[in-house]
């Protein structure tokens, strides 16, 4: 079982409001990843968590918050969003957190955000 | 650094008809892993293959089959008799000894019925 799941699918916020973004996996990783994807262009890194651990920050702007509660959930805290924040947020797993090697990252389906 | 690139941006074909999607890399790390996923509207990336540097078997599954060659740095995939459900936004990426994912442009494939 390869699956990534992430709620909600489809999120309309205020720049006033603060929201959370969920990622879920039961693969037993202990890798986990944010992307951030515009329309027509591939998924850009935002951060890495290894063993519940933020290890990666892509210089992202402080208005995006992970949290790692434990190594099945991924959160990600929205608040005074821009709206050229607006895009697919996908998050993903992976079982070997930052050894390099051959893991594999897996996908979930993304939540689809828009800034107003 | 390391670069992938995917030249082609569209591809339309009509159902049945083989497709190829090129994809070039650029890496100086001697240790590198491929990756191709298709991404279709519903935006969830799904995994599709990985190849190992020092692995240039070429590999077939299903439909699918891919041209790995490191004398020319390309990894290419095609879909043999392609159907409307092989439409999808396809990237190509490449991995080093970290973390980081470099992906291509991706290649949109529209298959018409």
């Known amino acids: 079982d390869t699956e990534v799941t992430q709620t909600p699918k489809h999120l309309v916020m205020g720049m006033t409001n603060k929201k959370s973004l969920k990622c879920e996996q039961h693969?037993?990783?202990?890798?986990m990843y944010w992307y951030k994807q515009k329309a027509k262009k591939p998924p850009e890194l935002m951060f890495v968590?290894?063993?519940?651990?933020?290890?990666i920050n892509e210089s992202v702007p402080s208005r995006f918050s992970p949290e790692c509660p434990n190594s099945s959930l991924l959160n990600l805290h929205l608040h005074a969003l821009q709206p050229e924040d607006s895009a697919l947020y996908l998050c993903?797993?992976?079982?070997?957190?930052?050894?390099?090697?051959?893991?594999?990252?897996?996908f979930g389906p993304g939540t689809r955000l828009t800034v107003l | 650094a390391q670069k992938v690139t995917q030249a082609q941006t569209e591809i339309s074909v009509v159902e049945k008809e083989d497709v190829t999607l090129d994809c070039v890399y650029e890496?100086?790390?001697?240790?590198?892993?491929l990756f191709w996923y298709k991404q279709p509207p519903s935006g969830e990336l799904v995994f599709l293959i990985r190849?190992?540097?020092?692995?240039?078997q070429n590999e077939i599954s299903g439909r699918y089959s891919w041209n790995f060659q490191k004398s020319t740095s390309s990894f290419n995939f095609t879909i043999t008799a392609s159907q409307v459900v092989d439409s999808a936004v396809y990237f190509c990426?490449?991995?080093?000894?970290?973390?980081?994912?470099?992906f291509g442009a991706g290649t949109t494939v529209t298959v018409r019925a």
């Open positions: 990426a490449l991995r080093g000894p970290d973390y980081k994912l470099s």
């Open positions: 693969m037993g990783h202990r890798a």
């Open positions: 190849r190992n540097s020092f692995d240039e």
């Open positions: 890496t100086r790390d001697t240790t590198y892993y």
């Open positions: 993903a797993s992976s079982q070997a957190p930052l050894a390099g090697g051959s893991d594999t990252q897996y």
């Open positions: 968590y290894s063993y519940e651990k933020l290890s």
